[in-house]
């Protein structure tokens, strides 16, 4: 990571998306005395002090010192009255301040702290724990062409980030990226169990259930080719494949899945409006 000594980067919360940040932060070659992290609960600091032997707190405002990045890692429901704990810390320092909690605006963030701060806003999703998330960024104009790189190396530490340009954006990749590891989990449970149904073990039908969906994904992520031309080489005609998508076909799938998204990204659009 293309980072000096001097960063310092300020987690508050430090939940599941905060832990997999901090670890992919160290793994690219920040220590742990460039981060710090404050969290409410005890289980949940000492948990992070003994992964990463950073220093944790419970005041929000006690590792602040001249943080370069705050990184606000905390349930979107709570979001302003942390902020307003925060504020005068945050103020003080001026930081780039990066957001991971679903639904909360840039102009949200603007209002409870200063409209005068760079903000981030992110979308990242559950696959960032193991390092491949997929991530959605937008920037508000106070944020300058460095900062955006600091942005970048921080998501990019725990999978793949994409620049938006328009924040409604974010909430259409809340909809793709966000809820979907949901999408391909539902999925494969009803394949494992259609399999089941024509006689494999449960062990043996997941197992063949997460290797089938595990090699498809890195197939596509690694070939060249569309995702049309892929699933057209598997599809012999008249063969097993097409006689299983005639009956996705049949039961209007494509309608469902686009159904589906449309009411994630409608969700997605309310969820603000509920935590302001």
Known sequence: MNSTKD????????????????GGLLNKGLTASQISASDPGLAQRDYIKDTFRIMVHEDNNAHFGMPDIV?????????????????????????????????ITT???????????????????TPALIGQGAIGMFANEQVKDAQKRMTEQIMDAVGTSVWLSKESQVDAVT?????????????MEHLQAAAE??????????LLTKKTAVGAALLAERSDESLATLRERVTSP??????????FARQHVDEVINQAVQAANERSVTLSREFD
């Not at 987690?11 to 901090?22: C, D, T, W, Y």
């Not at 102009?107 to 999703?125: D, F, G, H, K, Y």
């Not at 979907?180 to 999925?187: I, L, Q, S």
């Open 197 to 206: 149904q024509l006689g494999l073990t449960a062990e043996d039908a997941a």
């Open 107 to 125: 102009a949200q963030i603007e209002r409870w702290l200063s409209p005068q701060l760079s903000v981030v806003r992110t979308m990242p999703n």
């Open 7 to 22: 960063l310092r980067i300020r987690f508050v919360g430090a939940g599941n998306m905060a832990a997999s940040l901090i």
């Open 175 to 187: 909809a793709l990226s966000g809820s979907g590891p949901a999408y391909f989990f539902m999925f």
């Open 238 to 247: 008249n063969g097993t494949t097409a006689a299983a998508l005639d009956a």
């Open 71 to 103: 990184v606000l890692a905390v349930k979107p429901q709570v979001m302003k009255q942390v902020l307003a704990d925060v504020k005068a810390s945050i103020l003080t320092n001026e930081p780039l301040v990066i957001s991971v909690a679903a639904g």
